[in-house]
């Protein structure tokens, strides 16, 4: 009997590259778990109150949020402006250079237009007073000009002044020194009417307009919250109203500073919650690849991302179920609870707000979602889901939610208590879990994992390379078919992966397509082509090329890593014992490494149970029918020991007690193999069924 002592698990080493890459992705998702608490302030108007709140003694409290709206609504009437002297000069300047234009009409300068000022149309008696003008009585008039624009722009000159105004008054007070019909009247208001319209000469003056809304502010009272002692101001559970934000901050509940010791111990919670949860993946799947990693870490960062955007109005159940579903379907059971414990656990505002309750059931409810995960082998089967789950998720809350135990209060009064709203919550839970089982088959492909509705497609024997295998090399598929029988027991046996060795068993020989009258199996009338060829080294190098081509038909065929590693592993780095015989015959000195197969050697249960199925396959077909269960025992541990002193199970992870238990597993398959049926005598079954 072997001792039960297991070997050490051997997991498989990753780049540095990748390491480094899933650490990025772990600081990232433990940066989002954590900012929060270096967010100031704490609360805002609208976040979920994380606590009840008294208040410790009565006060008056400034409402800032009336006092805002107040403030918002007399800005517009305590707006002050005040004169802008330089846009008062610009403006000046401007009807001087209207006024140079008229110089130039009047001195009858060439290419002037005698007709048009600027903007300015003259008249004919206009244009006859201009011409009569002398050049002091023009300077005089000017003069006057300039001083009544000065006079206007004093008083202040809004942008939105209409022109007619303008130049009305404008008229006005150039009428009181002369007729108001006189030509040099109208032409001077039409210029500075001109000059001015559509210009401001005014600027908002802050400090006065603050000013003013101070004293009107004062004028109508503070509005001010009345606050008695013991009064409560936020309810946990409940939104933080503008009102009870103030209160709070009045009483120094609102934390305005930051908190880098409480966010250095989030930071290495999270942190610390991804390594771990890459060591139970590593532990359970020693074989994983990076990519297998980046997967549940990829969610973890998609959920607590939708935890921090969307806050307490999250549902626990929709970011916890779909994602545990995809895992315990992609990678393990295992990996699928340790994932959901890490982000239940993880949340980046604080859990009492979004319900106590509702976060049980989600991790009661991912909990069976994982379990029954791990053991669906159909579509069918993970379609029920998007049925059963949402609908007894809904169920449970309901009755929870009415329940007289409860009804005095407790963590299940978080609960929503709108049904409709529960109702809503199952139906978006039912559609994302359709989604994600039909993004399942895309991310198989993109992150290399194999479900159990996956495998059970692979080990279907019309698929075109079974079908090939069974036509072209019929020794090596019914060969194929007895060792599956044998490996699937052994896999049973121990509780390893039944579906995962099926599926690897059916393809492990595929690459004896390339050449398959090379081996026994398929070889008829007794011709052995290694006879004939009479070459050891040759002949090695044909066994070997059943793995190397084997690999190159995985990946014409794209068939799964998990599955492809069977190819070489099932034979791992064996002796080809009859021809390394045959070589020493001829040659004593040959190197036996040139007649062992290249390897590795099998790195998982599954394909260690495999090899261990492949050597006995053929030693217990050849057991006469008078043979025993103690001949077929004798016969598998002989085999088996032989594999385990040249070094092949080393890296499997499988014990030795379950070597044992394999062991009696082929034994159980081998009667089955030797059952004989009774021989029925040809003349009694002639007269018992007459031609």
Known sequence: MLNSQSPRRVIVPWALADRTGLLMVCLVIAIISSYKLLDVPDLKPGDIAPFNATAPKTAFVIDTAALQQQRKDLIPRTSVQVIDKGESQKIQEELIKQLGYLEKVSSGTKGSNSFRIGPVNLTPKEREWLANQTTKSRKQWEGEIILLSQKMLSQ?????????????SAKFQLSAQAESNNPSINLGSKLIANTLFGKTNLQHDAARSQQLLEELITKQGIPEIEVKKGDLITKKGERITAKGYVVLDHFGLIRRSARPLEWFGKFSEALASCLVLL???????PSLKPKNGLLPLGLLLIVQASKDWFGAAISPLQILVPPTLLLSQGISTTTALGWMAIASLLWPVPVSGIGEGRLIIAVLTSTLVAILGGRMRSRAQL?????????????????????QLFSSGGVWRKLSPNSETLLTEALVLGAILMFTILLIPIIENTFGLLTRARLMEISDQEKPLLRRLSKEAPGTFEHTLMICGLAEEGARSIGADVDLIRSGALYHDVGKLHAPEWFIENQENGVNPHETLDDPLKSADILQAHVDEGLKLARRYRLPTPIADFIPEHQGTLKMGYFLHKAKEKNPSVEEKRFRYKGPVPRSKETAILMMADGCEAALRALGPQSTDIDAESTIRKIIRSRKLDGQLLKSSISNSEIELVIRAFISVWRRMRHRRIKYPISSFKASYPA
């Open 279 to 285: 060591m139970i993946m590593r532990r359970d799947k």
């Open 383 to 403: 379609l029920q889901v998007v049925v059963f789950v949402p609908f007894s998720a809904y169920l449970s809350q309901w009755v929870l939610l009415r329940s």
């Open 156 to 168: 202040g000159l809004i942008k939105t002044l209409a022109h007619d105004q303008i130049l009305e």
